[in-house]
């Protein structure tokens, strides 16, 4: 499968950002998917992830209340909806997918994912 990411930026501090991430696959409902973002010297890490069941999400405590995952399987897409971005959220994201559909894969276990290609975010002060 490829996972194309795209929507990334430069925003300023307190505005919103959509990303997007396009897979391949007719097989898309099945899978679980996620977000992580990796910050120039850092290490990456998990921002939100959704389970083949769309009601089934999680988020890193950082970005809770103001990301928000979906997906809309017609179109093999997930989305991660930024709003009130932080110069802290400045990173490139990532998006991941599980096969099993298993979102505590997703965030927990980024070696067994596959990748996108990432798209940077960045946010201004």
């Known amino acids: 499968v490829q996972l194309r990411e795209s929507g990334g930026g430069l925003v300023q501090a307190g505005g919103s950002l959509r990303l997007s991430c396009v897979a391949s696959?007719?097989?898309?409902?099945?899978?679980?998917l996620g977000w992580y973002r990796q910050a120039r010297g850092e290490e990456r890490q998990f921002v939100s992830g959704?389970?083949?069941?769309?009601?089934?999400?999680r988020y890193a405590d950082s970005v809770k209340g103001r990301f928000t995952i979906s997906r809309d399987n017609a179109k093999n897409t997930v989305y991660l909806q930024m709003n009130s971005l932080e110069p802290e959220d400045t990173a490139v994201y990532y998006c991941?997918?599980?096969?099993?559909?298993?979102?505590?894969?997703?965030?927990?276990?980024?070696?067994?994912?596959?990748w996108g290609q990432g798209t940077q975010v960045t946010v201004s002060s």
């Open positions: 991941a997918a599980d096969y099993g559909g298993s979102l505590e894969i997703v965030a927990t276990r980024d070696d067994l994912l596959y």
């Open positions: 696959e007719r097989t898309f409902s099945n899978y679980a």
């Open positions: 959704i389970s083949w069941n769309p009601t089934d999400t």
